[in-house]
């Protein structure tokens, strides 16, 4: 008979709601892999370069580019990730803060990233997207590359679900994001 292994419960990790550009802080500890959770068109590449050194955002788009010469290229992803997973792993095993830019939607690709974390020691921020599908939809149609409307709407959906569960997953920190007004401002 298999022996099954239980893991003790994570303490609950409290949320706090910063805007997309409204100067609000996080606090980023040294070392942390930072893991952006949202689907397509949230705002997570554009938040990630306003916030973030380039060399520290490891992008899955610009591995699949790296690939295959097209960011957009899912039948790469396989390879794409392999190179992702490696540009994590190479950069917390120096200390260095890395941004893990992919949808990170499932539960099982979020914990394959605190795995790597852990295993390095190394502490784990989440930020999630909390953008209305409207708005992900809205940007996603002002793209060059864009992304079907009903694989944005499951990824929206997918979404809602993570964000239930980001707070029993074991983070340092969880931020949540909310979409500044697209006015024209």
Request: glycine share 6%.
């Amino acid at each position: 008979m298999a022996e099954t292994l239980l893991q003790s419960p994570q303490p609950l990790t409290a949320a706090v709601r910063i805007g997309e550009g409204r100067g609000d802080r996080m606090q980023i500890p040294p070392g942390a892999l930072v893991v952006l959770v949202g689907p397509q068109g949230c705002g997570k590449s554009t938040f990630a370069r306003r916030w973030f050194r380039d060399t520290e955002v490891v992008s899955s788009d610009e591995c699949r580019r790296l690939v295959s010469d097209d960011a957009s290229n899912q039948e790469v992803s396989r390879e794409a990730f392999t190179v992702f997973y490696a540009l994590l792993r190479a950069r917390l095993t120096h200390g260095r803060v890395t941004v893990a830019d992919a949808t990170n939607l499932a539960p099982w690709s979020r914990q394959k990233l605190r795995q790597i974390a852990l295993a390095r020691g190394r502490p784990l921020v989440a930020v999630a997207f909390d953008a209305p599908l409207e708005t992900c939809l809205e940007r996603q149609s002002r793209r060059q590359r864009q992304v079907p409307v009903d694989v944005v709407e499951q990824s929206h959906h997918a979404f809602r679900q993570a964000l239930a569960e980001l707070p029993h997953e074991g983070y340092d920190r969880l931020y949540v994001v909310q979409p500044e007004a697209e006015d024209g401002s």
